[in-house]
T-cell receptor, first 114, second 111 residues
Framework: DTGVSQDPRHKITKRGQNVTFRCDPISEHNRLYWYRQTLGQGPEFLTYFQNEAQLEKSRLLSDRFSAERPKGSFSTLEIQRTEQGDSAMYLC????????????FGPGTRLTVL | GDSVTQMEGPVTLSEEAFLTINCTYT??????LFWYVQYPGEGLQLLLKATKADDKGSNKGFEATYRKETTSFHLEKGSVQVSDSAVYFC??????????FGKGTKLSVKP
């Protein structure tokens, strides 16, 4: 069990550019979640996958955001035409199933949009 | 919608002091409740959880009891250590399986 990993750890981009983040969950975990955390706030849910199916999207996930989990393993989160308001820590978590199962979090990707 | 409210920080305590961090929630039904901790420079990790009313979660000397009547899940520790300095997040399990977090409470423990 190597834990949840995320890449890159830090990303600085200019407004209007596209960025893509990767998350590798704990192997054999079926569920994968994306959250966003801004300074002084708790993480906010963006979306989650059950295997390769994206089952729920928050209203925070505008049409500039897209997430995939093509083979039910790793996931990518892409932000198109970044805005300064997208600057945040993007967290990925995985769990064996839903309900009260523990979600294990990765270290996050810190995005700064200039 | 479902939400979590936890006490504002920062909280500063001396080593061996008693700790309480208040957490109340609003939810339909009876969600699972969690405390997560984020140590400096590290990712979020589960501290404890409770899945039904009157359950007590405990870990590393921390405890929290799921109180349905007061919709609360307060975190307590009898004697804090410097190593407990971190940000603590209360969370509930949402209807989609996601977690709904409070804003976090920063704890600093002085020797």
């Amino acid at each position: 069990d190597t834990g949840v990993s995320q890449d890159p750890r830090h990303k600085i981009t200019k407004r209007g550019q596209n960025v893509t983040f990767r998350c590798d969950p704990i192997s054999e975990h079926n569920r994968l979640y994306w959250y966003r955390q801004t300074l002084g706030q708790g993480p906010e849910f963006l979306t989650y996958f059950q295997n390769e199916a994206q089952l729920e999207k928050s209203r925070l996930l505008s049409d500039r955001f897209s997430a995939e989990r093509p083979k039910g393993s790793f996931s990518t989160l892409e932000i198109q035409r970044t805005e300064q308001g997208d600057s945040a820590m993007y967290l990925c978590a995985s769990s064996a199933s839903g309900g009260a199962d523990t979600q294990y979090f990765g270290p996050g990707t810190r995005l700064t949009v200039l | 919608g479902d939400s979590v409210t936890q006490m504002e920080g920062p909280v500063t305590l001396s080593e061996e002091a008693f700790l309480t961090i208040n957490c109340t929630y609003t939810a339909t039904g009876y969600p699972s409740l969690f405390w997560y901790v984020q140590y400096p420079g590290e990712g979020l990790q589960l501290l404890l959880k409770a899945t039904k009313a009157d359950d007590k979660g405990s870990n590393k000397g921390f405890e929290a009891t799921y109180r349905k009547e007061t919709t609360s899940f307060h975190l307590e520790k009898g004697s804090v250590q410097v190593s407990d300095s971190a940000v603590y997040f209360c969370a509930l399990g949402g209807s989609q399986g996601n977690l709904i977090f409070g804003k976090g409470t920063k704890l600093s423990v002085k020797p």
